[in-house]
């Protein structure tokens, strides 16, 4: 083919209009500038960064509305949201957009002023970094601290997994495999380590701010861009309804109301504890600004799930076959738009994946210096140093993990976030309630986190059975929950173990003498 032909199968949108590798080497391009660009942004952060923790970790308290706002949704934006649910929009339906997009968005906004206004009053008043500082200084208890930091990082892990495993599969079905997974999920891997090291909060903020408005801005231009092709939202819906007219229908199937709500509370309830969203709660400059990025998030989270999770559910109607363990928004774009599109949106994909894994991995370094290493080592001299090496040793480590798994991203996501989610009512009860005692919190974490990790044992580690589900079924979570808790999750299960448990602990116990009960109540103040 010649130059001139090449340049009118690019212009035409014709994928096939291109050989393999001049396709690839467009892509490769498209995607390349787009992660330099952001590099580029965290090098100008680097250099107007102060040498302080409370700048690298929380850009020294000073995100205003429209950064926070965009920070907080571009580090959601991960792999779950891409690729996870337009897969189970493809798969069951359309009424994911009600779990993740509806109730979600009001769920957390709702979380994000009850949890996060009185975590910003107390973290701006002591100088709390961590929510393991928070709660360790609270009760007194450097064991609390160390423990909630570890619970963090260890569901951080499969998160972490999750974006890296997201990416590698988007190259691998974008390129038609010319790009194996392992490079794919590699050379992210890489990228991130780099970009941590060098940006701090501050650059991670303002990439996520730009990352933010421009998947909105690609994924609505995607979603003109198939239903042109294929004559406009009516014809795709009547296409769907043709294919399967149930998709249509609200209820059955996958979303019986007790999933649909024990999935939006566990993942609403889950991102509130996230250490990269929790640690934002600190990070806000003003009263203000908590009050105007809570009541915007609900309209901005409905603005990019509602196209994304319908493209997954249009796919079905068009016939669009997606393999196994493939993901149906490459697939989708690579028939119905350009080349150098396709590898548009899923380079901002990608870069909002590294958004969330970077912001995880900065997170993730805080809790292992402030909250394990200080407390257990008393070395603060050497924290920057095991802050980058643990960076790098954590991102390696999730990325051969993500070689062996076979897990698909929803199974991954779902069980990360049924993990953070057994933290948030203690968490909550803590923060508004005198009594609580350290035994109580201590005993709830761990009563919670062990329930939860038996369920967890039973759906994931091969070889397991569950009593009452017929050999050889697919057990997940959900499957569980329907067996044992009348179709509520054990995600719900253990936040309501959790609950029990703080409070009736605290009731029969005493504070311990180095408990602070003071500390979230008294000198508190807004301005």
């Known amino acids: 083919m010649t130059a001139v032909a090449s340049l009118v199968g690019l212009a035409a949108g014709s994928t096939a209009a291109l050989p393999l590798q001049s396709r690839t080497g467009v892509q490769v391009g498209v995607i390349g500038v787009y992660l330099v660009l952001a590099l580029a942004v965290g090098v100008v952060a680097y250099r107007l960064s102060n040498d302080t923790a409370e700048d690298y970790y929380l850009a020294s308290r000073t995100l205003g509305t429209v950064v926070l706002l965009f920070t907080t949704f571009a580090t959601l934006l991960s792999a779950f949201t891409f690729f996870a649910g337009p897969n189970i929009a ?14 979600d968005g009001i769920l957390f906004a709702i979380l994000w002023y009850v949890l996060g206004y009185k975590q910003w009053l107390v973290g701006r008043a002591h100088g709390y970094v961590t929510l393991g500082e928070m709660l360790g200084d609270r009760f007194g208890s450097r064991g609390l601290r160390v423990l909630v930091a570890a619970i963090g990082l260890f569901w951080l892990f499969p998160y972490v997994m999750l974006q890296q495993r997201g990416a590698g599969i988007a190259l691998e079905t974008l390129t038609d495999g010319a790009i194996p997974y392992w490079v794919g999920a590699g050379g992210i891997t890489l990228f991130m ?7 701090g909060m501050r650059g991670v903020a303002w990439t996520d701010t730009l990352q933010g408005a421009f998947m909105l801005l ?21 296409a769907l309804a043709a294919t399967d007219g149930e998709f249509l229908a609200l209820g059955g199937g996958l979303y019986t109301p007790q999933y649909v709500i024990s999935t939006a509370v566990s993942i609403a309830f889950g ?20 009050k105007r990025t809570f009541a915007l998030w609900p309209v901005l989270v409905l603005l990019l799930f509602v196209p ?12 669009v076959a997606v393999p196994d363990g493939a993901n149906v928004v490459p697939i989708m774009l690579n028939e119905y738009t350009p080349v150098w599109f396709a590898a548009l949106v899923i380079a901002g994909a990608i870069a909002a994946m590294m958004s ?15 909250d394990v ?3 257990v080592f008393g070395r603060p001299d050497r924290e920057a140093l095991l802050a980058r090496g643990g960076v790098v040793v954590f991102a390696l480590g999730s ?3 993500s070689l062996f798994t076979n897990q698909t991203l929803f199974v991954i996501g779902d069980t990360a976030f049924g993990g953070f989610a057994q933290l948030t009512l203690p968490v909550l009860v803590a923060l508004y309630w005198r009594r609580t005692t350290r035994a109580g919190m201590l005993v709830a974490l761990v009563g919670a986190q062990v329930f939860y990790l038996a369920h967890v044992a039973l759906t994931l580690l091969p070889g397991t059975s569950v009593p009452g589900v017929a050999a050889g079924t697919d057990v997940t979570l959900g499957v569980l929950g329907a067996t044992y808790y009348l179709g509520w999750t054990p995600q719900i299960a253990g936040m309501a173990l959790s609950l029990v448990l703080v409070v009736g602990v605290s009731l029969v116990t005493a504070p311990a003498p180095e408990e602070e009960q003071a500390v979230y109540f008294e000198g508190l103040r807004a301005d």
């Open 90 to 103: 493809y798969s069951a339906g359309p009424e994911w957009i009600l779990v993740m997009g509806l109730m």
């Open 193 to 199: 380590i780099v970009y941590v090291g060098i940006s």
């Open 218 to 238: 690609v994924t609505w231009a995607a979603v003109g861009w198939v239903l042109w092709d294929v004559g406009g939202a009516r014809a795709a819906t009547d």
């Open 271 to 290: 991102v509130a504890m996230f250490p990269q969203i929790n640690q934002r709660f600190f990070a806000a400059s003003s009263k203000t600004v908590l």
């Open 308 to 319: 994304a999770f319908m493209l997954g559910a249009w796919a079905k109607g068009l016939g």
């Open 356 to 370: 969330s894994s970077d912001s995880m991995l900065l997170s993730g370094a805080s809790y292992l210096t402030r």
């Open 373 to 375: 290493y200080r407390p």
């Open 399 to 401: 990325f051969v993990a």
